[in-house]
């Protein structure tokens, strides 16, 4: 597979901030804008709430924990994961 445009950390794509989330797998990228986060597997849904990417499927747990806080400290109405439920966390 070849890569048609690749994507930095901090990068703006169609107005949504590329936001560099390894630990599930070492490219994982996340992409936010307006309190909404597309995680891909960087956060998973359980339970209708935020949760790390299963163990046995990630290749660095410790790297995955510290994508998931770094995503979470943007304080997201809405997650979109790449697996579940859309996560919301609005008051």
């Given at each position: ?5 690749k ?6 794509i ?15 990228t996340a992409y936010?804008?307006?309190g ?5 597997d960087?956060?998973v849904e ?6 790390p990417?299963?163990r ?6 410790e790297e995955?924990?510290?994508s998931m ?5 943007l ?7 790449g697996h579940?439920?859309?996560?919301s966390?609005?008051?």
């Open positions: 597979m070849s890569v048609d445009i994507v930095n950390d901090g990068d703006a169609e107005g949504y901030k590329a936001i560099y989330a390894p630990g599930h797998t070492p490219g994982s936010f804008k307006d909404i986060i597309f995680s891909g960087a956060i359980h339970g209708g709430k935020p949760a990417p299963p046995e499927f990630t290749l660095n747990m995955a924990m510290r806080d770094k995503l979470l400290s304080r997201p109405r809405i997650i979109y994961p579940g439920k859309p996560i966390l609005s008051t």
